[in-house]
C-alpha cells in the first residue's frame, strides 16, 4: 500500500509522533493505522526510560470546577507541539477532574476512563506520543458554602493553558453573583501574582529576609542608623502590599483595594464573603531549562 503524505498526518494527528517515526510505522504495517498505533507504542514503551531523564517544561495547566470544590493541575511535555495534541489535552483534562478528589499522595494511582491508573496512563503517552511528560503538582480548594472559580490565562482550550487560578469563596449569598467575583479575582491574581492570601498567611522567613535585605540597602545607602528602622518599617509595608492579596489593588478598577472590594460585594448580596485561600500555577515556573547556544544546535542538524 502506497504511503501518503495525507496518511502520516493522519496518523501524526492520532498519536503526536514525529513525521519520521509515523512515516516509519505505516511502511512497516502496510499503511494499517490501528496496527501502527500499536507499534508506536510498543516501541515508545521500550524507550520511555530513556525519555524520562529529558527536561520537560513546556505542557499544560488544566483546572476543574465542581460546585464547592476545585483543582488545578501541571503536567509537562519538552515541548508546546505536544500541548496542542488532543490526546495530551484530554488526558490533562481526566487528570485535573480527577485532582477533586485526590490530593499528590494518591493521584498517580486513580483510576481513569479507560481503567488504567494515571502513572500507567502517563508512560502509555510517552510511549506514543515520543517524548517525556511529567506529572509535576496539583492542588485543590473546598468550601462549605460559597464556590471555587477559576481563570485560565492564554487558553488553548476549556480549562485548559499556561496560568492557572482557582480562588475560593466563603460565603452563603447568591452563587451566580460569587461566581463572577470569584472569576474577577481570580484574574487579579494571575496578573498581580501576590504570594499570600493575607498578612496571617505570610511566612515568617520571607519577611525576615526582606527585612534584613532592606536594612543593607539602608545602610548602603548612608543612611543614619536611628532612621532606618522606621524606612525598613515604611519599605516592609509596601512590600506586603506588593505580597499579599488583601493589600493589593483590583487591576480591573485600578483604584480599589480587594479588601475593600470584598467589603462591598458583601453588602451589595447581603452576605459575608471571604476569600478562604487560592492557588496559582505558572507553566514551568521553576524549572530549570537547559539552553542551548548556536553551535550547539548547528552540531544538531549536521550530526
Avoid: W
Avoid at 543612611?223 to 512590600?239: C, Q, S, T, Y
Wanted: hydrophobic residues 40%.
Amino acid at each position: 500500500m502506497a504511503i501518503t503524505a495525507e496518511l502520516v498526518k493522519k496518523l501524526r494527528e492520532k498519536t503526536g509522533a514525529g513525521m519520521m517515526e509515523c512515516k516509519k510505522a505505516l511502511v512497516e504495517t502496510n499503511g494499517d493505522i490501528d496496527i501502527a498505533v500499536d507499534e508506536l507504542r510498543k516501541k515508545g514503551l521500550s524507550d520511555a526510560s530513556k525519555k524520562s531523564s529529558r527536561v520537560a517544561a513546556e505542557g499544560l495547566i488544566g483546572v476543574a470546577i465542581d460546585g464547592v470544590k476545585g483543582a488545578v493541575v501541571e503536567i509537562n511535555t519538552e515541548t508546546d507541539f505536544v500541548a496542542r495534541n488532543e490526546t495530551f489535552q484530554k488526558f490533562v483534562s481526566e487528570v485535573a477532574k480527577l485532582a477533586l478528589d485526590n490530593d499528590e499522595n494518591t493521584i498517580l494511582e486513580a483510576k481513569m476512563l479507560n481503567g488504567s491508573s494515571v502513572k500507567d496512563t502517563l508512560v502509555d503517552n510517552i510511549a506514543v506520543i515520543g517524548e517525556n511528560q511529567n506529572f509535576r503538582r496539583s492542588a485543590s480548594l473546598s468550601v462549605d458554602n460559597g464556590v471555587v472559580a477559576s481563570y485560565i490565562h492564554t487558553a488553548l482550550s476549556s480549562g485548559l493553558g499556561k496560568v492557572g487560578v482557582i480562588v475560593a469563596l466563603e460565603s452563603t449569598g447568591d452563587s451566580e453573583k460569587l461566581n463572577s467575583l470569584g472569576k474577577q479575582i481570580a484574574m487579579h491574581i494571575a496578573a498581580a501574582k501576590p504570594q499570600f492570601n493575607k498578612d496571617a498567611d505570610i511566612d515568617p522567613t520571607v519577611i525576615e529576609k526582606e527585612k534584613n535585605f532592606l536594612t543593607e540597602q539602608a545602610l548602603a545607602e548612608g543612611k543614619p542608623a536611628e532612621i532606618v528602622e522606621k524606612m525598613i518599617e515604611g519599605r516592609l509595608r509596601k512590600f506586603k502590599e506588593e505580597i499579599v492579596l488583601e493589600h493589593q489593588i483590583f487591576v480591573v478598577d485600578g483604584e480599589t483595594k480587594i479588601s475593600k472590594l470584598i467589603e462591598e460585594q458583601s453588602k451589595e448580596i447581603g452576605a459575608e464573603i471571604k476569600i478562604k485561600g487560592f492557588v496559582t500555577y505558572i507553566l514551568g515556573e521553576g524549572i530549570e531549562k537547559k539552553e542551548e547556544n548556536f553551535a550547539d544546535e548547528v552540531a544538531k542538524t549536521i550530526g
